[in-house]
């Protein structure tokens, strides 16, 4: 799903950066995107959770998850940066 563009049900815009997994359980790191679909200084981590066949997001509000999402993400960006 990586640089998907998804709008949310309050007609706000994200592509997202990155994804990860935990506990069985799927995370993303997205932009928010303005009007003109550029990035925002705004950021937000999604959990994925699917019902039928459906796939939704669900940003994460618990602030013990971010700040471990946070850990994971920098990880990720750290080994983009050294693989390069």
Avoid at 7 to 22: A, F, G, H, K, P
Avoid at 23 to 28: A, K, L, S
Avoid at 38 to 44: A, K
């Amino acid at each position: 799903m990586k640089d998907k563009i998804v709008e949310l049900d309050n007609d706000r815009t994200y592509v997202i950066l990155d994804s990860t997994y935990s506990d069985n359980r799927v995370f993303y790191y997205a932009v928010r995107l303005d009007e003109k679909e550029e990035p925002t200084n705004n950021y937000l981590f999604f959990e994925e959770f699917k019902e039928d066949d459906d796939t939704y997001l669900d940003p994460v509000t618990d602030e013990t998850l971010k700040a471990m999402l946070f850990g994971a993400f920098t990880l990720n960006f750290v080994d983009m940066v050294y693989d390069a």
